[in-house]
């Protein structure tokens, strides 16, 4: 497997545009989740799925994010409209559901919103 | 709740020095622990883990053991080498009949110089 694969690596935009950031699990697992990672906050948990449905969003900082997950193959984080302190790198991970397993990071993709 | 600390950083080192990272948890039951590795650019990758008390994890010369008493998993080495430069992260998953997500640390960087 290819691993969790994320696009695009690099997104920048101008402040009010739509971002929409695309991620695949690696197949068979059945949680996904999605992260933010900036200097300021450290890692933080936005929201994850299990199943395709999520399951807790309530790191979602506003309702300007949404997230999708439409198949086990593909989600979906979506900013509208963004803004400049949306700029950070948004990581997506999954893993399986057991006890003590580990989740697999992609790549990550580095949002600057001017 | 669940919470990870770890010491700040960074942490600088000439290489081949020992090194420890300190890592506490607190969290109901008794959790897996990991740690996970950010090399520059990249997303976090696991480097070890443990899922129960006195277990001792243990890759690329990192090793870490799980002190159910002290509520600690703190990451040592040996002899670090230039290539050990990134971010560390100490990271615990609830051992429950539920949905079982990562709680990180805020990620401790190292700096290893020749």
């Known amino acids: 497997d290819a691993g969790v694969i994320q696009s695009p690596r690099h997104e920048v935009t101008e402040m009010g545009q739509e971002v929409t950031l695309r991620c695949k699990p690696i197949s068979g697992h059945d949680y996904l989740f999605w992260y933010r990672q900036t200097m300021m906050r450290g890692l933080e948990l936005l929201i994850y799925f299990n199943n395709n449905v999520p399951i807790d969003d309530s790191g979602m900082p506003e309702d300007r994010f949404s997230a999708k997950m439409p198949n086990a193959s593909f989600s979906t984080l979506k900013i509208q409209p963004s803004e400049p302190r949306d700029s950070a790198v948004y990581f997506c991970?999954?893993?399986?559901?057991?006890?003590?397993?580990?989740?697999?990071f992609g790549q990550g993709t580095r949002l600057t919103v001017v | 709740g669940n919470s990870v600390t770890q010491m700040e950083g960074p942490v600088t080192l000439s290489e081949e020095a020992f090194l420890t990272i300190n890592c506490t948890y607190t969290?109901?039951?008794?959790?897996?622990l990991f740690w996970y590795v950010q090399y520059p650019g990249e997303g976090l990758q696991l480097l070890l883990k443990a899922t129960k008390a006195d277990d001792k994890g243990s890759n690329k010369g990192f090793e870490a053991t799980y002190r159910k008493e002290t509520t600690s998993f703190h990451l040592e080495k040996g002899s670090v080498q230039v290539s050990d430069s990134a971010v560390y992260f100490c990271a615990l998953s609830p051992l429950n009949s539920g949905y079982s997500t990562l709680t990180f640390g805020k990620g401790t960087m190292l700096l290893v110089s020749p």
């Open positions: 969290a109901t039951g008794y959790p897996s």
């Open positions: 991970a999954s893993s399986l559901f057991k006890s003590g397993a580990e989740a697999f």
